[in-house]
């Protein structure tokens, strides 16, 4: 009898801890931050932006509401470094390789992530692909971990592009806001060129487009069906921002994701399709909940543009785009090409 209650106890005490962990979302990433804020006397002070950013007086290096715009030669590395030495922390990368993107472009991502992506920080690359089969096999650096996750083939490459977000936020919810301190999400087509490192973390991160970063505001491709809910009024607006690359924390992340699907899905329901997809829900989501960083082209540039007194150190570029071959859809008896 008394084995009865103890064995009864020990389950009521295993039900509280899996109540509590449902309830709380308890993992080892919040247990280390508790441990760092009983540990303050320990730790280095908080980085103020003065710390690290310091842009020359006559670069524009500051938005209107106070975010930096990072450029090469804007920070100072060694304090980035010596400080995030005490800060453990661990980056996510979410890269999705879908349909002939698979096979053209990831090798090449994942090789150049490897290489420049964080260096000397943990890292996870989570990679969101249609088709296992064609993962490329790479010999990862210390550090860097690699988790593949099978998605839903859609049809039309549009929908690819806009159900990203679904794709993203049911990934942050599951298990990736446990795992990681800070996430990117970026597309497939892209190499890393030079270093891209601790100075692009924040809170809540958008990419300068390189087409359209000296663009007056009239000129800038926001929606402009005042239909749509990623609509924005011509002469508003702050920049253009490129969906290749955008991130923050976990949440800020799970934040935009879940806010431009609803804008995606609303614009469903009425036949609407925004100009750009996504990325105009995106820059909507930006201009009504402002970054807290902004990077410049550098980090993700079109080099058919070739180089100018702004772009220093291209960071992260365009891969060659090969549309009529990508952008093809299979059906079991025939292939259309869905431009």
Known sequence: ????????????????????????????????????????????GELKLSDWFAPNASMNATTTW????????????????????????TVGLTVFAVGRYTEYYLYNFMLSADKYFMVGQKVIIYVLTDDFSKMPWIKLSPLRTIKVFEIKREKRWQDVSMMRMKTIGEHVVDHIQHEVDFLFCMDVDQVFLHKYGLETLGESVAQLHAHWYKANLTEIPYERDQLSEAYIPIGKGDFYYHAAVFGGTPIQVLNIARECLQGILNDKKNNLEAVWHEESHLNKYFFLHKPTKLLSPEYCWDLKKGYNSDIKTVKLYWATKYYKILRMTQSPSLTVLDL
């Open 66 to 89: 106070s975010a930096p715009v990072v450029w090469h030669g804007t920070y100072k590395e060694e304090v980035l470094e010596n400080y995030y030495a005490n800060h453990k922390i």
């Open 1 to 44: 009898m008394r084995y009865n209650r103890i064995t009864i106890l020990l389950l009521l005490l295993l039900l509280c801890v899996w109540a509590l962990q449902r309830e709380y979302q308890f993992s080892m990433k919040k247990l280390q931050r508790i441990y760092w804020c009983w540990s303050v006397n320990t730790q280095p």
